[in-house]
């Protein structure tokens, strides 16, 4: 028979925030502006009579590059919820964050409206206190691992996310990038920095999650220097018998999804993404290489979105990260390049208050 989600209401809600922290400051800065409005939206909910006792955690995509050590840490953040911030990177962090600090034993924001208590401190809000955790700079490692990041959060949670993930709790998690996900295993050489590797997988550069992790056209094919240069509407992620590098992504949805997964009921979880298209798909070829100059050429792949009134909001076409985001019962999608997310935040605090008691 045939899984029929029944839309249980709720009076718990745990926010899982994956936040890029791979040169991604202008939409991170974006988010934390707009941040203020979904608290706003859900406190009058609560007004309005359906409070709630929220989690709201952040994780980054830094699981480090596999066996390559020498340009990513090994293991990077392991899908552990930051609580501080971070001080190194493009931008600095708001100056109240110097006092900023959580109570409790714990590494995430405990915002309960049925009892009007939380666990900042530092004389800081709740909007103030993301916008610190959500602060997690721009140096991370440049092979995301986005959904491999919130998979490890929830599935295998190090001690660190204790508490976080409650059994009777509504789930939100929500993807901030403006990459395509490269979520592969930690033995991984797809990054590695050798001859041999380069004679596999080419120029070391983000290419090679593109290369070896999706397929386009018909029949599907990957993306290399020797294939069409698109643009292509037709991409799906690559599965591992078709050559592909990188964890299936049914790793993914089946987790978030299918009954059992993350929760027994996969209508208790809500997946949403402020990330780029994930169409269309094109390659350029650069002559010299853009990334090692030392190389005749290489394939770069193409912007999907470029805002039109700021070109610092651009990104890559998110294929792998959009097939896991639309498998859920309730989705949302959103562009990266709108330059204000205050729809985004809009939609997610609809989407929440409809599951409320």
Not at 271 to 300: E, K
């Given at each position: 028979?045939?899984?029929?989600?029944?839309?249980?209401?709720?009076?718990?809600?745990?926010?899982?925030?994956?936040?890029?922290?791979?040169?991604?400051?202008?939409?991170?800065?974006?988010?934390?502006?707009?941040?203020?409005?979904?608290?706003?939206?859900?406190?009058?909910?609560?007004?309005a009579?359906?409070?709630?006792?929220?989690?709201?955690?952040?994780?980054?995509?830094?699981?480090?590059?596999?066996?390559?050590?020498?340009?990513?840490?090994?293991?990077?953040?392991?899908?552990?919820?930051?609580?501080?911030?971070?001080?190194?990177g493009?931008?600095?962090?708001?100056?109240?964050?110097?006092?900023?600090?959580?109570?409790?034993?714990?590494?995430?924001?405990?915002?309960?409206?049925?009892?009007?208590?939380?666990?900042?401190?530092?004389?800081?809000?709740?909007?103030?206190?993301?916008?610190?955790?959500?602060?997690?700079?721009?140096?991370?490692?440049?092979?995301?691992?986005?959904?491999?990041?919130?998979?490890?959060?929830?599935?295998?949670?190090?001690?660190?996310?204790?508490?976080?993930?409650?059994?009777?709790?509504?789930?939100?998690?929500?993807?901030?990038?403006?990459?395509?996900?490269?979520?592969?295993?930690?033995?991984?050489?797809?990054?590695?920095?050798?001859?041999?590797?380069?004679?596999?997988?080419g120029?070391?550069?983000?290419?090679?999650?593109?290369?070896?992790?999706?397929?386009?056209?018909?029949?599907?094919?990957?993306?290399?220097?020797?294939t069409?240069?698109?643009?292509?509407?037709?991409?799906?992620?690559?599965k591992?018998?078709e050559g592909?590098?990188?964890?299936?992504?049914?790793?993914?949805?089946?987790?978030f999804?299918?009954?059992?997964?993350?929760?027994?009921?996969?209508?208790?979880?809500?997946?949403?993404?402020?990330?780029?298209?994930?169409?269309?798909?094109?390659?350029?070829?650069?002559?010299?290489?853009?990334?090692?100059?030392?190389?005749?050429?290489?394939?770069?792949?193409?912007?999907?979105?470029?805002?039109?009134?700021?070109?610092?909001?651009?990104?890559?076409?998110?294929?792998?990260?959009?097939?896991?985001?639309?498998?859920?019962?309730?989705?949302?999608?959103?562009?990266?390049?709108?330059?204000?997310?205050?729809?985004?935040?809009?939609?997610?605090?609809?989407?929440?208050?409809?599951?409320?008691?």
């Open positions: 028979m045939a899984f029929v989600p029944a839309f249980a209401a709720h009076d718990k809600v745990d926010i899982l925030f994956m936040i890029d922290n791979s040169f991604s400051q202008p939409i991170q800065a974006e988010l934390q502006n707009r941040f203020p409005q979904l608290i706003k939206a859900l406190d009058t909910a609560a007004m009579g359906h409070p709630a006792s929220y989690h709201i955690g952040v994780v980054d995509s830094d699981l480090g590059a596999g066996l390559n050590t020498a340009n990513c840490k090994a293991g990077g953040d392991g899908g552990k919820l930051q609580v501080g911030f971070d001080p190194s493009s931008v600095p962090p708001p100056a109240n964050c110097a006092n900023f600090t959580l109570t409790g034993g714990v590494r995430f924001l405990e915002y309960d409206q049925i009892t009007g208590t939380n666990n900042v401190g530092g004389g800081l809000n709740v909007p103030d206190a993301f916008n610190c955790m959500a602060h997690v700079g721009d140096t991370g490692c440049g092979f995301q691992h986005q959904l491999e990041s919130t998979y490890r959060a929830l599935h295998d949670p190090p001690s660190e996310n204790a508490g976080f993930l409650r059994d009777d709790a509504l789930l939100v998690v929500f993807y901030l990038t403006d990459e395509d996900d490269c979520s592969a295993p930690d033995d991984t050489d797809l990054f590695v920095n050798t001859t041999e590797a380069m004679s596999m997988y120029v070391l550069s983000s290419f090679r999650c593109t290369e070896f992790g999706i397929v386009c056209g018909e029949p599907a094919a990957p993306l290399s220097m020797t069409a240069s698109g643009p292509f509407d037709d991409c799906r992620p690559m591992p018998e592909g590098k990188l964890f299936d992504v049914q790793r993914y949805i089946d987790f999804t299918k009954p059992n997964g993350v929760k027994p009921d996969p209508s208790d979880v809500i997946l949403a993404a402020i990330a780029a298209p994930p169409m269309p798909v094109g390659v350029t070829i650069t002559m010299l290489c853009a990334q090692q100059t030392n190389q005749p050429s290489c394939p770069i792949l193409n912007h999907s979105c470029v805002a039109a009134t700021n070109n610092n909001f651009f990104g890559d076409p998110g294929v792998r990260m959009a097939a896991v985001v639309n498998a859920a019962l309730t989705p949302q999608l959103t562009s990266e390049c709108e330059t204000d997310y205050s729809d985004a935040m809009a939609g997610l605090a609809q989407k929440i208050i409809a599951r409320l008691k």
